[in-house]
């Protein structure tokens, strides 16, 4: 089993209309989490952390359920310029419970935001 | 913007070769770290550095070799290039100490090994 698990997707979705990503972890006791966004054939970079209450950024908004070992990534209005893969990015904590500084990226959910 | 420098962006080599793909960061980071993405794939950590004369091999097995000098320059290195070598690399670095802190990206060497 995978230690980050998303659906690849595509989502394919109109302008306008609100998508939701979910992402699933193994290790109960990774400390951080995060989204981060690649562009086709381009680098990661950080779209936001995500915390244990919550975390929101103008039409972002991303959750924590640690009993459920997973976190979401909810995005209202789409615009084109959202289409991309989400990756989910956990950092995971060492065998001995101590903090690492290594980060497990998912495969990544495709968006496909259609005008 | 980061300031992580990556070349060369594109590189294609024939079997044997040995070359090295060079990493650079201006943010003053300790640690840097080196991943290879296939298309359509995640990200997986092949090496990483926490400092200067400090390099641990990451969760993927990888043929090749890292080296860190100097803070801000983190080269990988592969004495004979092989068709399986062929991939994204992508180097990052991040500041904080303990774990959690975003990492940020260069642009990636797209290597293909004929």
């Known amino acids: 089993r995978k230690e980050v698990e998303q659906d690849p997707g595509p989502f394919n979705v109109p302008e306008g209309a609100t998508v939701a990503f979910n992402c699933t972890y193994s290790n109960s006791a990774s400390q951080s989490f995060f989204w981060y966004r690649q562009d086709c054939r381009k680098e990661p970079k950080l779209l936001m952390s995500?915390?244990?209450s919550g975390n929101e950024d103008g039409r972002f908004t991303a959750q924590l359920n640690r009993a459920s070992q997973y976190i979401s990534l909810l995005i209202r209005d789409s615009k084109l310029s959202d289409s991309a893969t989400y990756l989910c990015v956990v950092n995971p904590r060492s065998h001995y419970g101590g903090a690492t500084n290594k980060l497990i990226f998912g495969t990544g959910t495709l968006l496909a935001v259609q005008p | 913007e980061a300031d992580i420098y990556q070349t060369p962006r594109y590189l294609v080599i024939g079997t044997g070769k040995k070359i090295t793909l060079e990493c650079s960061q201006t943010m003053g980071h300790d640690k840097m770290y080196w991943y290879q993405q296939d298309p359509g794939m995640e990200l997986h950590l092949i090496h990483y550095s926490y400092g200067v004369n400090s390099t641990e091999k990451g969760d993927l097995s990888s043929e090749s070799t890292v080296s860190r000098i100097r803070t801000e320059h983190f080269p990988l290195t592969l004495e004979s290039a092989r068709p399986s070598h062929t991939s994204q690399y992508l180097c990052a670095s991040s500041e904080r100490v303990g774990g959690g802190s975003e990492q940020y990206f260069g642009p990636g060497t797209r290597l293909t090994v004929t």
């Open positions: 995500v915390y244990s």
